[in-house]
């Protein structure tokens, strides 16, 4: 996994395992409690999240996209950011429930299956 530090990747929360989903050039490379990476990228498949809200079945069809930086876990102070198909169709501020897309700055996964932005 280290070899791939500083490239492009695609985080998402593995339904099954319970862990963030690390794929890189399209294949899923590493199963992980805790990943940071600089956001590229916000994705939301609305035409699969609608298909999830009307069939109440749960699919993968949301992934941020950004620069991997590392698999350290850490205590870092920022905007809590989750997804949640059913509350609003992009990703999310957990305080203020205002869609989320800032890309000036790190995401930080963790295992609350929440994302922390901060700065720095």
């Not at 791939?4 to 099954?16: E, K, W």
């Not at 009307?54 to 993968?60: A, P």
Request: charged fraction near 25%.
């Amino acid at each position: 996994m280290e070899n791939i530090i500083g490239q492009n990747v695609t985080i998402y929360f593995n339904l099954h395992k319970k862990l963030w989903s690390v794929k890189h050039k399209g294949k899923v490379v590493a199963h992980v409690e805790n990943v940071t990476i600089q956001p590229t990228k916000y994705h939301v498949n609305e035409n699969a999240r609608l298909k999830v809200i009307n069939q109440k079945c749960r699919s993968v069809h949301a992934w941020i996209n950004g620069k991997l930086i590392d698999f350290e876990a850490k205590e870092v102070d920022g905007t809590t950011v989750s997804y949640n198909p059913y509350k609003l169709g992009q990703f999310y501020d957990c305080e203020t429930f205002k869609a989320f897309n800032d890309l000036d700055g790190k995401l930080h996964f963790n295992s609350t299956k929440k994302a922390i932005f901060y700065k720095g």
